[in-house]
């Protein structure tokens, strides 16, 4: 997983970016929890809709959504024109950190990977910056 480009923020974070729950010290499966990008990404669209997208809020927030688009399509390679392939996906189950048998969580991760690539498109056409990506 560590190979993958952009951003990832974690669930839970504590002193030194930690993962942290309350009595559980170090505790790992925050770190594997990857819809909580699309969380962010979701809040700041709100904010711009709320705001009616504003040139200097639109660029603030900018570098934080491009990076989990970042982030989301390095999980992909190129598998003929203008089609991709899932080679890395880090989440299977609700608990995102453990496998179950019908893998429930695997659509929230998919739809905010795709949330998060169409709000970074559409920022960068906003702003008019990023076109080659």
Same mark, same amino acid.
């Given at each position: ?34 819809? &909580? ?10 904010? #711009?809709?709320?705001? $009616?997208?504003? *040139?200097?809020?639109? %660029?603030?927030?900018?570098? &934080? ?10 999980? #992909?390679?190129?598998? $003929?024109?203008? *089609?991709?392939?899932? %080679? ?46």
């Amino acid at each position: 997983m560590f190979w993958l480009k952009g951003a990832r923020y974690i669930w839970h974070g504590g002193p030194g970016m930690l993962t942290y729950l309350p009595g559980h010290t170090h505790y790992g499966p925050p770190l594997d929890e990857h819809h &909580v990008n699309g969380w962010v990404v979701l809040a700041i669209e709100r904010y #711009l809709n709320a705001c $009616g997208w504003n *040139k200097d809020k639109a %660029r603030r927030y900018y570098p &934080v959504v491009s990076e989990i688009a970042r982030f989301f399509s390095s999980m #992909l390679e190129p598998r $003929g024109q203008d *089609k991709f392939q899932i %080679r890395y996906l880090p989440s299977h189950s609700q608990a995102e950190s453990t496998d179950t048998v019908n893998k429930p969580n695997i659509f929230d991760v998919l739809a905010s990977a795709k949330w998060s690539l169409m709000v970074a498109l559409r920022m960068s056409h906003f702003l008019g910056i990023d076109e080659a990506e």
